[in-house]
């Protein structure tokens, strides 16, 4: 009930694609769900985060997409570009602030 | 955001000695979070640390191999004792910060083990 299940494991995109994320979660407790991005060799740098009182959430190119009665959420990345190229976590908690269970990530490829 | 830093950013250790990790950031914060992600892994918690009270360990991990210390509102240590090849990993520590207390993310420090 803890976790939250992320998909694709991988995914390879053309440059000016979409690239679509998907995570799903069980525990109806959870009312805080970030995405992070991590680069070879740094700490994962947050994104994009929602909670579940608004089902999208906009931030220039990275869209969240939420789904409460389905436990789902999903990251948009629009006009994806080769820099966007890392591994992308979804998260969940409880309350902003405490700690986070982690999806097991999607390793992104923009190809030019 | 909170500016986090890590020392060290890297170490090879042998087997059977201990490291410590210390995480600094630049403002106060309540609560500050360890964990560990293995090579091409997600990130796993090991415990959280609040200022003044022991660290809460989750399960599969204990104070005697993962001691914490966090002796204020900016600073906390997580020593990583009697190594294995096993523990080599990326340790990494967060805090919540902000109107909606995000959580923010050191740069990590990477721990092989020979």
């Known amino acids: 009930q803890q976790q939250v299940k992320q998909s694709p494991q991988s995914l390879i995109v053309q440059k000016g694609g979409i690239s679509i994320i998907n995570c799903a979660y069980e525990?109806?407790?959870?009312?805080?769900f970030p995405w992070y991005q991590q680069f070879p060799g740094k700490g994962p740098a947050l994104l994009i985060a929602?909670?579940?009182?608004?089902s999208e959430k906009k931030e220039g190119r990275f869209t969240i997409s939420f789904n409460k009665s389905a436990k789902q959420f999903s990251l948009h990345i629009m006009d994806s570009q080769p820099g966007d190229s890392a591994t992308y976590f979804c998260?969940?908690?409880?309350?902003?602030?405490?700690?986070?269970?982690f999806g097991k990530g999607t390793t992104l490829s923009v190809s030019s | 955001s909170a500016v986090i830093s890590q020392k060290p950013s890297r170490d090879i250790c042998q087997r059977g000695t201990s490291l410590t990790i210390q995480c600094q950031v630049d403002?106060?914060?309540?609560?500050m979070f360890w964990y560990r992600q293995q090579p091409g892994q997600s990130l796993t918690l090991i415990a959280t640390?609040?200022?003044?009270?022991?660290?809460?360990?989750e399960s599969g991990f204990v104070i005697d191999k993962f001691p914490i210390s966090r002796p204020n509102l900016t600073f906390s240590t997580l020593t990583v004792s009697n190594m294995s090849p096993e523990d080599s990993s990326i340790y990494l520590c967060?805090?919540?910060?902000?109107?909606?207390?995000?959580?923010?993310f050191g740069p990590g420090t990477r721990l092989t083990v020979l």
């Open positions: 967060s805090v919540g910060q902000g109107t909606d207390n995000e959580q923010f």
């Open positions: 525990n109806t407790a959870f009312d805080y």
């Open positions: 929602i909670r579940p009182d608004v």
């Open positions: 998260a969940a908690c409880n309350q902003a602030g405490t700690a986070l269970i």
């Open positions: 403002s106060q914060v309540t609560m």
């Open positions: 640390a609040n200022q003044g009270s022991e660290a809460t360990y």
